[in-house]
């Protein structure tokens, strides 16, 4: 149970350990205040609110605009994206890309359905997107994918299409060899595992889940580890992502 007292500036949470109260301006109210305004956003479809110049982006604001951050820093020449839907994230992509000179996003979706294709391909920005339609783990696509890739580029890769944890993690084992060391393989949705039991989920959420995917690919792959990025700017107390990508950013070490 959580209890937000704004007239003595505090907020208790009691938990199996017992009752915690902390000050309304602290580090860890935000947190469990962040937490509960994610499963309530996830049970109003907050999501499902945003467009990127003129594309629905079904994402949170943060993860996009933290996203935009590591992009900046990174300056990747390729973003693989998995999962294509209405193509919103794959305008935003190309409009990073527009702006900082360099850069294209390839998009791979098992179907793109007529009316999104037609959408981004008539798109302004399309000339900095490519799409393929086919399922992501299918070896004829993963190597077509990787035929893309030109010598030397710098490539960051975005999962964001099936969230089994068997998806995810074939799509990690096929996918991530792709990125260069320094850039990294984000893995969206992990969120899945603090919404299980919501409204619109599975049973199995709990460990069927891209964190799991994660877990056992970091585990067997010493290459690449889970490490959040540092804000490019902070001159606050939060330290944590609000976030439906947790544990998502999965860097090349070398």
Not at 193 to 215: F, K, V
Request: hydrophobic letters at 40%; proline letters at 6%; a negative charge.
């Amino acid at each position: 149970m959580i209890q937000i007292d704004l007239e003595n500036e505090e907020v208790m949470i009691e938990g199996p350990e017992g009752q915690e109260r902390h000050a309304l301006a602290s580090r860890e109210a935000f947190e469990i205040i962040s937490d509960a305004w994610l499963r309530c956003g996830w049970d109003n479809k907050y999501v499902y609110s945003f467009t990127w110049l003129g594309r629905p982006v079904i994402q949170m604001p943060e993860d996009m605009l933290r996203i935009q951050e590591v992009i900046a820093r990174v300056k990747p020449d390729l973003v693989i994206e998995t999962g294509v839907a209405h193509g919103g994230s794959l305008v935003f992509y190309a409009s990073l890309f527009k702006a900082m000179g360099r850069g294209r996003v390839i998009g791979i979706d098992v179907e793109i359905r007529p009316h999104n294709r037609e959408a981004i391909e008539s798109h302004e920005l399309f000339p900095y997107i490519t799409l393929f339609e086919g399922s992501s783990i299918e070896p004829s696509m993963v190597k077509e994918v990787s035929s893309q890739i030109h010598p030397g580029e710098k490539v960051l890769v975005i999962l964001d299409s099936k969230h089994t944890k068997d998806h995810v993690l074939a799509e990690l084992e096929a996918y991530a060899p792709m990125v260069t060391p320094d850039s990294y393989v984000i893995v969206e949705d992990g969120c899945m595992e603090m919404m299980a039991g919501a409204p619109r989920t599975e049973a199995d959420w709990s460990w069927n889940n891209p964190i799991a995917a994660i877990e056992a690919f970091v585990a067997s792959n010493p290459d690449f580890a889970i490490e959040e990025p540092e804000f490019a700017f902070n001159e606050g107390n939060v330290t944590k992502r609000v976030t439906y990508w947790p544990k998502g950013y999965v860097r090349r070490l070398r």
